[in-house]
């Protein structure tokens, strides 16, 4: 059965505890962004950082107020970057994850534009980088662990179950306190449903989520493949037709000269 993450913003305190278990238990490096002549948090994915703690000073009841959001691959449940991916190095797993194989990868990078999401990302450093994203902790599942990031969450901000299960406590929590929450499950119809769920107080526009519809993100990442191969023909016989063409003159011009 599909397992999902519940996040509850109201919940997060923008400690970052889920960033350093992630990067703990991955062996990811720490990173060094340097933003106004001081050191921050990273403010994007990267090949070290497959979690980030996004900090929103928003506007509630008149008054500002920050609002600390955790962002990391969403393992859609119809994935983009599945879908673009022509050898097969990103499946989707019936348990839930998007997992990545690096020895199919031939770094096309075509999954990087079918994320709608912005999270798959290069080792621009190294010859022969590899794409790097968050595993939902694949190999702790298989163990019956919970990921890193929830076990490691202080303020029990992460809750992990069914995708289901998930859905319906984000419900049961907006059901039972409609002032506190935002009345939207970002995740539950977003690109098709992703097995990361969000509960908000405000709207998730005003943090930054990208704003999405319904349509699940294989589909359109599919036309798009689907088109490549006609679009790189039409392109082909274009030059063709240029290459010909302008050899034909030259010939002309010699016989001419």
Same mark, same amino acid.
């Given at each position: 059965?599909?397992?999902?993450?519940?996040?509850?913003?109201?919940?997060?305190?923008?400690? /970052?505890?889920?960033?350093?278990?992630?990067?703990?238990?991955?062996?990811?490096?720490?990173?060094?962004?340097?933003?106004?002549?001081?050191?921050?948090?990273?403010?994007?994915?990267?090949?070290?950082?497959?979690?980030?703690?996004?900090?929103? !000073?928003? *506007?509630?009841?008149?008054?500002?107020?920050?609002?600390? &959001?955790?962002?990391?691959?969403?393992?859609?449940?119809?994935?983009?970057?599945?879908?673009?991916?022509?050898?097969?190095?990103?499946?989707?797993? @019936?348990?839930?994850?998007?997992?990545?194989?690096?020895?199919?990868?031939?770094?096309?990078?075509?999954?990087?534009?079918?994320?709608?999401? +912005?999270? @798959?990302?290069?080792?621009?450093?190294?010859?022969? +980088?590899?794409?790097?994203?968050?595993?939902?902790?694949?190999?702790?599942?298989?163990?019956?662990? !919970?990921?890193?990031?929830?076990?490691?969450?202080?303020?029990?901000?992460?809750?992990? +179950?069914? /995708?289901? *299960?998930?859905?319906? *406590?984000?419900?049961?929590?907006?059901? &039972? /306190?409609?002032?506190?929450?935002? +009345?939207?499950?970002?995740?539950?119809?977003?690109?098709?449903?992703?097995?990361?769920?969000?509960?908000?107080?405000?709207?998730?526009? *005003?943090?930054?989520?990208?704003?999405?519809?319904?349509?699940?993100?294989?589909?359109?990442?599919?036309?798009?493949?689907?088109?490549?191969?006609?679009?790189?023909?039409?392109?082909?016989?274009?030059?063709?037709?240029?290459?010909?063409?302008?050899?034909?003159?030259?010939?002309?011009? !010699?016989?001419?000269?």
């Amino acid at each position: 059965m599909s397992r999902a993450v519940l996040v509850d913003l109201t919940r997060c305190i923008g400690c /970052r505890s889920c960033q350093v278990a992630c990067k703990s238990w991955n062996d990811n490096p720490a990173e060094q962004t340097k933003c106004l002549g001081a050191y921050d948090n990273p403010p994007s994915f990267s090949a070290d950082t497959w979690t980030v703690v996004q900090f929103n !000073e928003v *506007e509630q009841a008149d008054r500002l107020q920050w609002v600390f &959001a955790k962002r990391q691959c969403m393992h859609c449940e119809h994935p983009g970057c599945v879908a673009v991916c022509t050898v097969g190095a990103l499946t989707k797993t @019936p348990e839930g994850p998007v997992v990545y194989e690096a020895s199919r990868c031939i770094g096309c990078r075509y999954c990087q534009y079918g994320c709608p999401f +912005g999270v @798959p990302s290069f080792e621009w450093d190294k010859p022969l +980088g590899l794409i790097r994203k968050c595993t939902f902790c694949v190999d702790r599942a298989e163990e019956g662990y !919970e990921t890193a990031c929830v076990k490691a969450c202080p303020t029990d901000a992460l809750t992990m +179950g069914t /995708r289901h *299960e998930m859905i319906s *406590e984000a419900h049961r929590r907006i059901n &039972a /306190r409609p002032h506190k929450y935002h +009345g939207h499950i970002y995740g539950e119809k977003e690109a098709g449903g992703t097995s990361w769920l969000y509960i908000s107080p405000v709207p998730f526009e *005003e943090l930054g989520f990208p704003m999405l519809d319904g349509e699940p993100m294989d589909y359109a990442s599919s036309v798009i493949m689907n088109a490549t191969p006609v679009t790189l023909a039409a392109a082909v016989g274009v030059l063709s037709g240029l290459y010909w063409l302008t050899k034909k003159k030259s010939q002309a011009a !010699e016989e001419e000269g």
